[in-house]
T-cell receptor
């Protein structure tokens, strides 16, 4: 079992609210990711980070923002939630080693946050 | 267009039976292919990873195969158990970017009945 945690596990909120989804890992991994997954659909990368103070947008356009002030923490924030943001959000981390090809590292996933915006 | 296609979309089998899940991909240049298991309400967990030069990899009752020439992979589950009920996701990495971009399939939903 990977040491990566997400809170809350489930969240139901009203339109217009600001929310922050928490993600923490205790494995000391430099790389962290946020994915969005709708039922029966593939995961889509929305944000990633190579390390502290590094954040990048992923393949899927998202109105969310992220920050990486500490290695172990990678929160995702929605300033004004809308029903279209209803989805499952998965956080992942992997080890970044300069002497290894970046494509061989395994990503460890958290349990996810199921977000419903009414 | 999704570059990783999985079949079947869903599958129901009886406990103790074997099954095979398929994955076809068009990702290029290819780096590696992973199979993940995702239980309902949980994050995916890696089962196997295969690089270009590997054509089979086992993890207990799970055996993955890879044909890099035809760009096909399969995941064979032997003597299925109720706990095998989950979504099985095929993930292909390209080696054309520093990040090692991952392409996810939509998964095969496997249900094992007693």
């Amino acid at each position: 079992e990977a040491d990566i945690y997400q809170t809350p596990r489930y969240l139901v909120i009203g339109t217009g609210k600001k929310i922050t989804l928490e993600c923490s890992q205790t494995m000391g991994h430099d790389k962290m990711y946020w994915y969005q997954q709708d039922p029966g659909m593939e995961l889509h990368l929305i944000h990633y980070s190579y390390g502290v103070n590094s954040t990048e947008k992923g393949d899927l356009s998202s109105e969310s923002t992220v920050s990486r002030i500490r290695t172990e923490h990678f929160p995702l924030t929605l300033e004004s939630a809308r029903p279209s943001h209803t989805s499952q959000y998965l956080c992942a981390s992997s080890e970044y080693a300069q002497d290894l090809p970046a494509s061989t590292d395994t990503q460890y996933f958290g349990p996810g946050t199921r977000l419903t915006v009414l | 267009k999704n570059q990783v296609e999985q079949s079947p979309q869903s599958l129901i089998i009886l406990e103790g039976k074997n099954c095979t899940l398929q994955c076809n991909y068009t990702v290029s240049p290819f780096s590696n292919l992973r199979w993940y298991k995702q239980d309902t309400g949980r994050g995916p967990v890696s089962l196997t990873i295969m690089t270009f030069s590997e054509n089979t990899k086992s993890n207990g009752r799970y055996t993955a195969t890879l044909d890099a020439d035809t760009k096909q992979s399969s995941l064979h589950i032997t003597a299925s158990q109720l706990s095998d009920s989950a979504s099985y996701i095929c993930v292909v990495t390209d080696r054309g970017s520093t990040l090692g971009r991952l392409y996810f399939g939509r998964g095969t939903q496997l249900t094992v009945w007693p």
